[in-house]
């Protein structure tokens, strides 16, 4: 293959620009541009410390940013189920006016249309940072059949409860630490409505 000398000066001349436009971001924009396009870098980490320090919060004053489907990107998890994989949808949607949210999990592609884990729970914002979170019901579903879903959801008999601290909020960006000291860092995916989600429950 041969590639003629314009061909690469522009590269190089693209790669430089990108260079200097991302030093010249705030600390939040740069994690969401690494978040977007490398979602495995170890940058991150330091990225989210540095958006951290710049970030004020106060969710009680931020509920139209906390509402939405979030997709999860990056988590200092090891499990492959709380982590950004490219073979999967990872969401989390959060509807704090009805004080509900949803653990969304599917795998991309085929397999995603046939079936989805879905892990439901009650949310209460209790001060500037701190969601506390029930969970309510679990379960399996499936294809739509007859203007309904195929699967079931199970009721938690015994009461499961956590929280997640937010350390960054923007209408895009949400970083957050759970209760077990896990750190996630979260897109908001705004083609997604928050209301298909909820559907099987609604209905």
Known sequence: MIVSGSSLDMSRCFSINFRINFLFMNNISKLIKTLEEAPKSKNIIDLIKSAENDSSIDITSQLDNVKGVWELRWSSSKSPF?????????????EPEKCRGLNFLRPRGFLGKIFSTNIFFDLDIIDQKRINVTFKRVGLTGPQLLGGNIGFLSEIKRTQKGWLDTTVLTNKLRVCRGYKGTTFALLKRDELLVADFFKRIDN
């Open 82 to 94: 709380l982590n950004y994989s490219p073979f999967l949808d990872n969401f989390q949607i959060l």
